[in-house]
């Protein structure tokens, strides 16, 4: 298998897999359907695509000469986490307001990959395992394959919410998506607590 097949396995790898970037835009998806999520994905992609190659570049070296520094961004990831979780459950379901077509926000999907203690992982593990010989045209080619294959994994959850949203009209039964979705957020934070 080529380097650069087996980056992109990586990056699919823990691109698809569910974590809180992607059940945001679940939500999204079946809220405001898959054009306005989009920004949530760029946002979230373009989020992690830096973090990675920062992490490439350097950044690492930082976290960790100050350890402190990342249990500041762990603790700020899981109060970022329950906040949307809160704001996910005191949604009041209602598809067809005014506020329902905007969506979420480019910054906010970078801010949940800065934050996104998954996130992190990925990006220190996979730069220790592609770059580690610090080779920057490798950090390069590393973020350019990963910010393809993480676009279009996020993008893949947007698009089964949006797929969604036909069968959601009633807003019990986006209160009920989006309170599940709180759920496994809150989940995924108090997970990350007890790591």
């Known amino acids: 298998m ?10 699919l790898a823990t691109s698809i ?7 945001v835009a679940l939500g999204a998806g079946a809220r405001y359907g898959l054009r306005a999520s989009l920004r949530h994905v760029t946002g979230a992609t373009v989020g992690f695509a830096l973090l990675l190659l920062l992490i490439g570049l350097g950044l690492h070296e930082l ?12 603790y700020a990831g899981v109060a970022f986490l329950l906040y949307v979780a809160w704001k996910l459950a005191t949604d009041d379901g209602r598809i067809d307001s005014n506020r329902s077509a905007r969506g979420p926000r480019l910054l906010t999907g970078a801010a949940m990959q800065w934050l ?3 996130a992190w992982l990925a990006s220190v593990a ?9 080779d920057k045209a490798i ?4 973020a350019a394959i990963y910010f393809v294959v993480c676009y279009a994994s996020i993008a893949c959850w947007a698009w089964a919410g949006a797929s969604l949203r036909q069968a ?7 209160r009920l998506v989006n309170r599940a ?15």
């Open 2 to 11: 080529s380097t650069a097949l087996s980056m992109a396995a990586f990056a």
């Open 17 to 23: 897999t569910p974590g809180p970037v992607n059940i």
């Open 63 to 74: 976290l960790a000469q100050w350890p402190s520094l990342t249990h500041a961004i762990e």
């Open 116 to 118: 996104n203690p998954k």
């Open 126 to 134: 996979g730069m220790g395992a592609y770059a580690a010989s610090g």
């Open 139 to 142: 950090v390069w080619q590393f």
């Open 168 to 174: 959601l009209r009633e807003p019990s039964r986006v």
């Open 181 to 195: 979705m709180a759920l496994l957020l809150a989940a995924s934070a108090f997970w990350l607590l007890l790591e």
